[in-house]
């Protein structure tokens, strides 16, 4: 049972265009967000979050939105750079004493010059 | 700040072997993971401590996999005996108690079983 779920497994945008993507999840009990970049041979890094408090969350190029009616979050790159080509994870947390992340398979993101 | 310490990076063993990976957190942080990525899905919790305290193992094939935490700080992580699908990479990360989800990762271990 995936409880989150990144449908599109690759995204090609061009450079300074927008990169748009998208997470779904099942589990009504999630109340923190996370995304994750990785490159290759590299651990993920964390990139941004979001509570469930909130429907939006801002850090300089990157924007995540949550919308928690249609269990829905997406990720926003604007400008997309060369730099952006990775692959993002989602991740989910139901919160309590212990925060443990369901993360999605991963968008493998390439942004072209 | 340092950051979380794997070795070995790369081990290729034969079925029915055992493999050990090693992992030292970052300084401070109390709640340390390993976390298994098979190719082409997300990383999938294995253990979580708590200091040297096990909060979550729910998804550790205990028949076979093993892991401790010493004196709280670094951990290992054992596989005995490895079958081909635990082929994959395996994440150590730690983090702050308390701190909803932001992780750090190493850079993995990365099992290849024949």
């Known amino acids: 049972d995936q409880q989150v779920k990144q449908n599109s497994p690759s995204l090609s945008v061009q450079e300074g265009r927008i990169s748009i993507l998208n997470c779904d999840y099942t589990n009504s009990m999630f109340d923190y967000f996370l995304w994750y970049k990785k490159y290759p041979a590299e651990g993920p890094t964390f990139l941004i979050s979001i509570s469930s408090i909130k429907d939006k969350n801002e850090d300089g190029r990157f924007t995540v939105f949550l919308n928690k009616s249609a269990k829905h979050l997406s990720l926003h790159i604007v400008p997309s750079q060369p730099g952006d080509s990775a692959v993002y994870f989602c991740?989910?947390?139901?919160?309590?004493?212990?925060?443990?992340?369901?993360f999605g398979k991963g968008t493998l993101l390439t942004v072209n010059p | 700040e340092a950051g979380v310490a794997q070795s070995p990076r790369y081990k290729i063993i034969e079925k029915r072997q055992s493999v050990a990976f090693w992992c030292n957190p970052i300084s401070g942080h109390a709640t340390l993971y390993w976390y298994q990525q098979i190719l082409g899905q997300g990383p999938k919790l294995l253990i979580q401590f708590q200091n040297n305290g096990v909060v979550d193992d729910s998804q550790l094939p205990k028949d076979r996999f093993s892991a401790e935490r010493l004196k709280g700080v670094d951990s290992t992580l054992k596989i005995q005996p490895a079958k081909l699908e635990d082929s994959a990479v395996y994440l150590c990360a730690s983090s702050l108690v308390g701190f909803p989800g932001e992780l750090f990762f190493g850079e993995g271990s990365r099992l290849t079983v024949l």
């Open positions: 991740a989910a947390s139901a919160g309590g004493s212990n925060y443990k992340l369901t």
